[in-house]
């Protein structure tokens, strides 16, 4: 266990509906990651939140979105969903801001399937 | 932008074979480089880190050592097991003030037969 928790762990929806995936960071950590894994675009990063705030966005597509709560956990909404939304979503925490030598800890993914 | 480029897979080895993959980056500045390892249905872990120039990070018998001159960052191990059959991640990481972007190579696939 990494200590990273993500639910729920596979997804099934249809086109066009809106889902919701939940992380819960390690313990102690303020920044959360969220990335997106599929065969053809391999490990794209999405956002990045710290202590609430967003801090970095990588390429997420207008239809996702995501926050951070003040317990920290975060949510990534995805919505408007197409087949080639179809992926692994990892959610990855830190344990401060700019403290890049500690890298980054992954949870175990949602596996999201839209048919 | 940043971008790390990785060495083709899928590569298979027979057990206590010498391994190598190669990782090399492109950046500005002096990024953090890292090693990570995925094993089949779960999440990636940290297997190494450097945080610069000839800095070798080592873990679990493999290492990789940061070269600057050659902006590469190649993985090594003296002798693979089929307990090491997973895919294997490059990436640099890049602060700029508050931001922070971890930017992953395509992955190889290590596969280990008895």
């Known amino acids: 266990d990494s200590g990273v928790t993500q639910t729920p762990k596979h997804l099934i929806t249809a086109t066009g509906q809106r889902v919701t995936l939940r992380c819960s960071p390690r313990s102690g950590d303020l920044s959360v990651y969220w990335y997106q894994q599929s065969l053809d675009q391999g490990l794209q990063f999405l956002i990045q939140y710290y202590n609430g705030e967003e801090r970095a966005k990588g390429n997420i597509l207008e239809r996702f979105s995501a926050q951070q709560f003040p317990d920290l956990h975060s949510e990534l909404n995805l919505s408007s969903l197409e087949l080639g939304d179809s992926a692994l979503y990892f959610c990855?925490?830190?344990?401060?801001?700019?403290?890049?030598?500690?890298?980054?800890?992954f949870g175990s993914g949602t596996r999201l399937t839209v048919v | 932008g940043d971008s790390v480029t990785q060495m083709e897979g899928p590569v298979t080895l027979s057990e206590e074979a010498f391994l190598t993959i190669n990782c090399t980056y492109t950046?500005?500045?002096?990024?953090?480089l890292f090693w990570y390892v995925q094993y089949p249905g779960e999440g990636l872990q940290l297997l190494l880190k450097?945080?610069?120039?000839?800095d070798k990070g080592s873990n679990k018998g493999f290492e990789a050592t940061y070269r600057k001159e050659t902006t590469s960052f190649h993985l090594e191990k003296g002798s693979v097991q089929v307990s090491d059959s997973a895919v294997y991640f490059c990436a640099l990481l890049f602060s700029s003030g508050s931001a922070r972007q971890l930017t992953f190579g395509s992955g190889t696939q290590l596969t280990v037969l008895p």
């Open positions: 990855a925490s830190s344990v401060a801001e700019g403290r890049g030598i500690y890298g980054y800890t």
């Open positions: 950046a500005t500045g002096y990024p953090s």
């Open positions: 450097a945080t610069k120039a000839d």
